[in-house]
């Protein structure tokens, strides 16, 4: 296997991708190689330097992710941070994680993925990813390589010392920045304890505390939790995605903590905008709000007259 990844041609690799070709179950397996062999020398808790722009859900809405870096600039001319979620409920889960990982893997220092709730076997087996691969492939093989790699992506990113950047949220049972760096990751995401919380809570804007979530997973934590966690880390903002912005983004707790939301009309049926949060070298938040590619209506066009039996992966 180690073999194999010496030969890939990243570039064409990513030329294909973004022709939403499909790459070579063998290419695949390589890929997941070299991205574990590079993502394991990343700490839990990574820092980086703005000007970056962080994104959240995508969802394997491929279309959405080529116009979202129409909007915000292709990679390396601009630097992204990813927040997770990027396979599930979409139409291109596939094509989405190989592009996405083959760019990590192409510009290490400019592309940074986190781990989402989604990145995980038992999530990505019912919602969508798995029955995907099997279509695609015949086999579920490429569902077990980049599961496998999941396993290695980091749990936050630190922008500038300044800004906290998770998929989910806050936990209990962390209350220091610190004490993320001593998890173990390399593992699928359990039902409950830190690693757990980190990718499935959520801000309630109601509480100050935290509460049960009605995701069956996580917490849901408020203002004065947010605030502590701050004053503790000696942070200015947490940035999060996770859940569905009607807007794009979400601004709570005085501006202490954004969702940024990046799958516009999610589901293909949500009407919802999506959003880029460029942080720029000075500090400066600006959500870059963009609406669906237009390619979207043209495949469903086209598969409804092709396929009437398709199946719906995000229902």
């Known amino acids: 296997m180690p073999g194999l990844t010496s ?10 991708l973004y022709k939403r070709e499909l790459l070579a179950e063998a290419v695949i397996e390589s890929i997941c190689v070299k991205a574990k062999e590079l993502l394991i020398q990343e700490s839990n808790v990574i820092h980086i330097k703005a000007p970056v722009s962080v994104v959240g859900d995508i969802h394997g809405q491929f279309f959405d992710l080529l116009e979202l870096f129409r909007v915000g600039g ?3 001319d601009t630097n992204y941070l990813f927040l997770g979620d990027y396979v599930d409920r979409g139409y291109f889960s596939i094509e989405t994680i190989s592009l996405l990982t083959c760019l990590k893997l192409r510009h290490p220092n400019r592309i940074y993925l986190v781990r989402g709730n989604h990145e995980s076997r038992g999530i990505s087996q019912n ?7 099997k279509s695609k492939y015949g086999n ?6 980049f599961t496998d790699m999941f396993d290695y992506l980091t749990l936050s990113v630190v922008i500038d010392n300044s800004i906290f950047c998770i998929h989910g949220g806050l936990s209990p049972n962390v209350h220091s920045i610190d004490q993320i760096k001593v998890v173990d990751r390399f593992k699928e995401i359990p039902h409950e304890g830190p690693m757990a919380d980190l990718v499935w809570s959520d801000p309630d804007p109601d509480k100050d505390d935290f509460g049960i979530s009605t995701r069956g997973a996580g917490y849901t934590f408020g203002a004065e939790i947010v605030k502590k966690f701050l ?4 942070m200015v903002h947490i940035l999060r995605a996770h859940q569905l912005c009607e807007q794009g983004f979400q601004v709570l707790f005085d501006d202490r903590l954004s969702t940024v939301w990046s799958a516009p009309n999610y589901c293909y049926r949500c009407g919802n905008m ?19 590619a237009p390619e979207n209506e043209e495949y469903r066009e086209q598969q409804s007259t092709q396929q009437q039996g398709m199946i719906e992966y995000f229902l």
């Open 231 to 234: 004053a503790v880390n000696n």
């Open 140 to 145: 579920a093989n490429v569902w077990h390589y």
């Open 127 to 133: 919602y969508g990813f798995y029955s995907e691969c």
């Open 274 to 292: 999506a959003s880029i949060l460029e942080v720029s070298e000075n500090g400066e938040r600006f959500f870059n709000v963009f609406d669906a």
């Open 7 to 16: 030969v890939i041609d990243l570039d064409r690799c990513i030329e294909r």
């Open 74 to 76: 292709f990679p390396p």
